[in-house]
């Protein structure tokens, strides 16, 4: 018995982090700069306790998408509608800059291969988003998208985009999100929970703060709830076997 509490005692002060033993606490954010909610998030990433460790993820949103069979919030016009005069309004709120591309949803593969390209830091990611949600640069247009090179350092845009190992990090991170029950970007993945969204950053941070928000008896009911009704898939018969 006393075994058993000294081990509930050590789990515990693991899950709160372990702030008391100087434990660092690992982050995994999984973003895609498609997104303009991961711009926003991407500039509150000081919030975060200085005892959490970020590691960047690119990662590419639309295989999430395919992954899930889910369309992407661009796709739905009224939807595109909503999430642009949101992020401004937040960007305003929050101080930032806002000015989306010239084109939306666009293929953000480049984009991704150069934030790897150049080790992902907090540094070369940041000067790309700013480029494309500050500036409202274009992101598919190859001029536009030396410029972005050259401020990041890189001599030659093709030679880094099209490398076999950069492209293979995305592909694993990509693939990595999804195992983890990745749905949307940005995300977080902490201790095997996920926190999609700019809208869940507060949540989070309180979560990181006290893991119990989470573990009490309706949390896990609500998590597990079933369905009472399912809703055929698009092209499905709803008489169908």
């Known amino acids: 018995m006393y075994l058993f509490k000294l081990i509930y005692t050590w789990v515990k002060l693991l899950n709160t982090g372990g702030r008391r033993l ?19 998030q991407f500039h509150q990433l000081s919030r975060l306790p200085k005892d959490v460790e970020i590691r960047l993820k690119p990662t590419l949103f639309a295989g999430l998408l395919n992954f899930w069979g889910q369309l992407g919030p ?10 642009f005069q949101l992020c ?7 101080g930032l800059q806002f000015k989306a591309p010239p084109r939306h949803p ?19 990611v940041g000067i790309i ?5 500050a500036e409202g640069q274009d992101a598919q247009d190859q001029d536009s998208l030396r410029i972005l090179a050259d401020r990041l350092g890189v001599q030659d845009l093709e030679l880094a985009t099209g490398d076999e190992a950069v492209k293979m990090v995305l592909r694993s991170n990509t693939e990595e999100a999804c195992a983890a029950g990745v749905y949307g970007v940005p995300s977080f993945v902490i201790d095997g929970i996920s926190f999609w969204g700019d809208d869940m ?12 928000i989470l573990d009490d008896p309706e949390s896990h009911r609500i998590a597990n709830l079933p369905a009472a009704a399912v809703r055929p898939r698009p ?5 169908s076997k």
Not at 106 to 124: D, H, Q, V, W, Y
């Open 201 to 212: 950053m507060q949540m989070m941070l309180e979560w990181l703060d006290d893991p119990n």
């Open 106 to 124: 666009f293929n953000p593969l480049a984009t991704l291969r150069l934030a790897i390209a150049t080790g992902a830091t907090m540094k070369s």
């Open 22 to 40: 100087g434990l660092v606490r690992q982050a995994d954010w999984y973003f895609d700069f498609i997104s303009p909610y991961a711009y926003l």
């Open 129 to 133: 988003f700013d480029y494309l949600w």
């Open 74 to 83: 661009a796709e739905i016009p009224e939807k595109k509608r909503h999430t």
């Open 88 to 94: 401004r309004w937040r960007a305003a709120r929050l």
């Open 235 to 239: 092209g499905v018969s709803v008489n």
